[in-house]
């Protein structure tokens, strides 16, 4: 192999290297700006998926350019065998923002979920081994968040030992009323289903879901990695419903593009990551902390500002859909939109991107938009264009 700086080694555009676990968009970029992202050929393509929901303020924000480049130049990483400020502030911001009282930090969602199933098993005793998790949820690709993920198409040959995981149906109350029994430790919910296709679920569900798993002395878990910190309007996605988990799972926007995932626990769950039982190299670093610590000091500032963007983006998505009978639903929840098609989304998001705008599809045949919390209108009004253009001529 030539491992010099020259010819073939650099400069070859190929993805002979890389392991062929995605299917990627013809597209390769090379910056983002704003609400844009710039491909190698310099052609700006409008970003409604950020990323998936990371680039939560666009791509180079200032603000957030400017912390990330002085913190750089101060300390970029520490192991958590020390302690620094940034750690310590983000915790408390966290907390405070979601109500409970301790704060876990690692690098990505499903790391932040394995420490909630982790300290989970460590409370259940044998008799009281089972979870319940929602049919379409999405939890992560490691074995464990994977065990709970409710897509058997993603969790075949992966099966985790001495997971008992039984799958309701997201809002069906009954199906949940009799699926948490004595033998429960917890339940896992994303309060909008977002790989599964933006489906939010009702207020008297989760109410349903936090009442059942106090009688039942279970632990309710939010998996906020998709539709928290500030997506939906609100810092979390459950406030809407008025209720507090026992533990709380984050990560995708929350250090605006740097990996970092955090699990909050009551003080209760907290008990049971003692002292050497969990941790994380990386998870906590100086330059992510001080990142996500302007990150949120941002969206306090935007939270309403979310709202009224959500409902003007919705108002134009409901205009598409009557001009567009293979649009048969518009599921939403802020800033989380969920367009249901009556035929394969993929050469949608095709035709999309090759008039320069970049969604993404889920499920098949729903495509899934969560723009910047910055979008302008007159940016939305591009996307909703683009996409009455793709439905007039898919193939053009
Ligand atoms: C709700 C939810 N949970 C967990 C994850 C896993 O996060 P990560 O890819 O950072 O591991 C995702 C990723 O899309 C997600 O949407």
């Excluded at 500030?230 to 926007?253: C, H, M, N, S």
């Excluded at 626990?265 to 049971?272: I, R």
Aim: some cysteine; proline content about 6%.
């Amino acid at each position: 192999m030539d491992i010099s700086d020259k010819p073939p080694y650099s400069g070859v555009m190929s993805d002979k290297y890389l392991l062929g676990n995605y299917t990627r968009l013809p597209l390769t970029v090379s910056a983002g700006e704003g609400c844009y992202l710039i491909g190698d050929d310099g052609r700006r393509y409008l970003d409604m998926i950020t990323g998936i929901g990371v680039n939560a303020f666009g791509y180079c924000h200032p603000r957030l350019t400017s912390v990330l480049l002085e913190q750089s130049r101060e300390c970029v990483h520490t192991s958590n065998l020390v302690s620094h400020r940034h750690q310590r502030a983000l915790a408390e911001r966290l907390c405070g923002m979601s109500g409970l009282d301790r704060a876990f930090f690692s690098n990505s969602g499903t790391e932040a979920m394995e420490a909630a199933l982790k300290a989970v098993r460590a409370r259940s005793k044998p008799e009281k081994s089972r979870i319940v998790s929602l049919r379409g949820s999405f939890h992560g690709r490691t074995m464990g968040s994977l065990a709970l993920t409710g897509q058997p198409e993603l969790r075949q040959n992966f099966v985790f030992p001495g997971a008992e995981i039984t799958f309701v149906e997201p809002n069906d109350r009954a199906a949940l009323q009799a699926a948490i029994r004595e033998d429960t430790s917890a339940v896992v919910l994303e309060p909008v289903l977002g790989e599964g296709g933006i489906y939010p679920l009702k207020t008297e569900y989760l109410q349903l879901a936090r009442q059942l798993t106090r009688a039942t002395d279970a632990y309710l878990i939010a998996d906020e990695v998709q539709c928290g910190l500030g997506r939906t309007g609100r810092y979390f996605a459950y406030q809407w419903a008025e209720i507090l988990p026992d533990i709380v799972v984050t990560a995708k926007p929350l250090a605006a593009g740097l990996p970092l995932g955090a699990t909050l626990f009551t003080e209760d769950a907290a008990q049971w990551l003692p002292p050497h039982s969990h941790g994380s190299t990386f998870g906590g670093g100086p330059l992510a902390c001080r990142v996500a610590i302007e990150f949120l000091k941002m969206i306090a500032e935007e939270l309403p500002g979310i709202g009224e963007r959500a409902g003007q983006f919705l108002a134009r998505l409901e205009t598409l859909r009557l001009r567009h009978p293979v649009i048969t639903e518009i599921r939403s929840k802020g800033l989380m939109f969920g367009i249901q098609l009556s035929v394969p989304g993929a050469p949608i998001v095709a035709a999309a991107l090759a008039r320069g705008l970049l969604v993404n599809c889920t499920q098949g045949t729903v495509l899934r938009m969560l723009p910047p919390y910055i979008v302008s209108e007159r940016e939305m009004d591009e996307a909703v264009r683009v996409l009455d253009d793709v439905f007039c001529a898919p193939a053009q």
